[in-house]
T-cell receptor, first 113, second 114 residues
Framework: KQEVTQIPAALSVPEGENLVLNCSFTDSAIYNLQWFRQDPGKGLTSLLLIQSSQREQTSGRLNASLDKSSGRSTLYIAASQPGDSATYLCAGFYTGTASKLTFGTGTRLQVTL | KAGVTQTPRYLIKTRGQQVTLSCSPISGHRSVSWYQQTPGQGLQFLFEYFSETQRNKGNFPGRFSGRQFSNSRSEMNVSTLELGDSALYLC?????????????FGEGSRLTVL
């Protein structure tokens, strides 16, 4: 069964701190992995998409890595800001007879002043 | 460039009724996928349409159905509503689909079943 796990479920850090969010998946046959953020009551905003042939992607203060052999992806946020407060979700796409996107349960991040 | 538009944003129904939700993708995107988000189950994939054809389907009962029109707009329908269908329904559009493309989500339709 394809499962995606995110730990911790919630995280609070002071402004300016660098932080890492973790995403673990059970099936190394993952095709790609995406990171999203979701603000309360809103839809999801795509942050980074890592294809299976890639190991990392960067956008501004964000860097995401993918290690298929260990079943892990990490999202690194540099110099965190209060505006980064949101729930962060990772999602893995699996091919095969049941091709679908499987989401993790998310990490709720709060960046305090 | 307009984003993904979902209507209605909020709706209340009673058990046994049916509901139709609409999703207009970003112009030029041919893939539309639907998701259900609940506090207990998180985000779960319902189905994906690409150029009017259903490409993938999640593990939901037949009461959940969808379709896509020639202009790429998509609708999903839930018949014989149950209390457990209360959720935020999100749709996402993509230029190349789940497998290769970045997903762009709408704001969602929040369904409450009484």
């Amino acid at each position: 069964k394809q499962e995606v796990t995110q730990i911790p479920a919630a995280l609070s850090v002071p402004e300016g701190e660098n932080l890492v969010l973790n995403c673990s998946f059970t099936d190394s046959a993952i095709y790609n992995l995406q990171w999203f953020r979701q603000d309360p009551g809103k839809g999801l905003t795509s942050l980074l998409l890592i294809q299976s042939s890639q190991r990392e992607q960067t956008s501004g203060r964000l860097n995401a890595s993918l290690d298929k052999s260990s079943g892990r992806s990490t999202l690194y946020i540099a110099a965190s800001q209060p505006g980064d407060s949101a729930t962060y979700l990772c999602a893995g796409f699996y091919t095969g007879t049941a091709s679908k996107l499987t989401f993790g349960t998310g990490t709720r991040l709060q960046v305090t002043l | 460039k307009a984003g993904v538009t979902q209507t209605p944003r909020y709706l209340i129904k009673t058990r046994g009724q049916q509901v139709t939700l609409s999703c207009s993708p970003i112009s030029g995107h041919r893939s539309v996928s639907w998701y259900q988000q609940t506090p207990g189950q998180g985000l779960q994939f319902l189905f994906e349409y690409f150029s009017e054809t259903q490409r993938n389907k999640g593990n939901f009962p037949g009461r959940f159905s969808g379709r896509q029109f020639s202009n790429s707009r998509s609708e999903m329908n839930v018949s014989t509503l149950e209390l457990g269908d209360s959720a935020l329904y999100l749709c996402a559009s993509s230029l190349r689909g789940h497998k290769n493309g970045e997903l762009f989500f709408g704001e969602g339709s929040r369904l409450t079943v009484l």
